[in-house]
């Protein structure tokens, strides 16, 4: 789900003038990426991406990351020593990477201003998110590019998804696994290290097998809740909790509509009578009942959901919210859900 954070402000065309000529002096006779200082093979790489052609002329050395999905895949990566800042935060970072996170600058946990994305004189921008990269978010892509900086989006955010609409956007088609390893793969690519995208990639699908095998759910029905008790927002059909839903052979109880994260009421939720409740725990604190703390109060005391039958059992799943994300997390999500299938006698 998208962060809702005060949208920043855009830079005025002198600091944009300004900030192009900083880059321009950084980038003559700079790091071009390979070791021996020779240029890279393979570059300049141009990518095709979300609709828009994206050009780097050579491995980034500097670049900032303004979503935590997109961090977290650089950091798996081993590039934490090529990621010059990061934004946009609602968990702890992913087990196994603490360290290398540590070493990275996190230069806001919401999504930061234009002006401190220039400060740290990035030669690259990743986002998770379209909305990241557009007006309204931290700036549109055009104003990086007029200044040379090259941005990705990742394409689980906008290959078979329509944002032209309000909120989270609307998938016109579901959710694969492969558009996250895509992302993983083009990233890879960008910072000319495509043996550790492929040795990624090949580690997810062995987990998203592992997590699968053997198991049916076919019989259960499951509701995602991701953030605010006051109109909450549930999982469609076909984002990442669909990805989830689909590899357990599960049903999704909001199945019927196709927007990414649509607000549903109490009593809407509590008349579709899901047998297990997969709930989002954030540590961020931008709405009412972030974590899975506040969110499981809510529901043993509010009148509408304390007698669902789910509530009542405690048949709880707890994920992070990158989990139900379209992230390499998704996996995580995956994992999760079974195992708590599973200890329910729900899975098959």
């Known amino acids: ?6 949208p920043a402000p855009i830079r005025t065309a002198a600091l944009l003038a300004a900030g192009l000529l900083l880059l321009t002096a950084c980038g003559e ?15 300049p790489l141009t990518l095709k991406n979300c609709g828009r052609t994206v050009t780097v002329k050579a491995p980034p050395q500097q670049a900032v990351s303004v979503d935590q999905g997109s961090t ?15 934004a946009t935060w609602s968990d702890p970072v992913m087990k196994g990477l603490e360290k290398a996170n540590a070493g990275v600058e996190r230069i806001s946990e ?81 910072f000319d290290v495509p043996e550790r995208g492929d040795a990624l990639v090949k580690k997810l699908r062995a987990r998203v097998e592992k997590a699968t095998d053997g198991i049916d759910a076919s019989d259960t029905s499951l509701l995602y809740w991701f953030s605010d008790s006051k109109a909450p927002y549930l999982a ?58 506040k969110k499981i109060e809510f529901l043993e005391s509010n009148p509408v959901t304390k007698t669902m039958d789910a509530v009542k059992n405690r048949r709880y799943v707890l994920l992070s919210g990158q989990a139900m994300n379209p992230t390499i997390r998704t996996v995580e999500g995956l994992e999760r859900v079974a195992a708590g299938l599973r200890d329910f006698g729900l899975a098959g």
């Not at 895949?73 to 800042?85: C, E, K, P, T």
Request: with cysteine; net charge negative; aromatic share 6%.
């Open 1 to 6: 789900m998208l962060s809702t954070a005060t």
């Open 29 to 43: 006779g700079g790091n071009t990426g390979a070791a021996d200082g020779k240029k890279a093979e393979g570059f």
């Open 72 to 86: 977290e895949i650089l950091l798996s990566l081993g590039l934490a020593d090529r990621l010059a800042g990061t």
């Open 110 to 190: 919401n999504r930061p201003s234009s002006e401190k994305v220039l400060d740290k004189e990035p030669d690259f921008l990743s986002a998770s998110f379209a909305s990241t990269l557009a007006k309204g978010g931290v700036a549109p892509r055009e104003q990086f590019e007029k200044l040379g900086v090259p941005t990705y989006v990742s394409p689980a955010d906008c290959v078979g998804k329509d944002n032209s609409g309000g909120g989270d956007g609307a998938r016109t088609a579901p959710l694969t696994m492969d558009s996250v390893y895509t992302e993983v793969r083009e990233l890879s690519q960008v």
């Open 236 to 293: 469609g059909c076909c984002g990442a909790p669909g990805v989830i839903t689909k590899e357990l052979g599960a049903k999704n109880v909001f199945d019927d509509t196709h927007d990414e994260w649509p607000q549903i009421s109490w009593e809407t939720v509590a008349d579709r009578k899901p047998d297990v409740l997969v709930i989002g725990d954030l540590s961020r604190t931008m709405q009412t009942a972030e974590s899975a703390e």
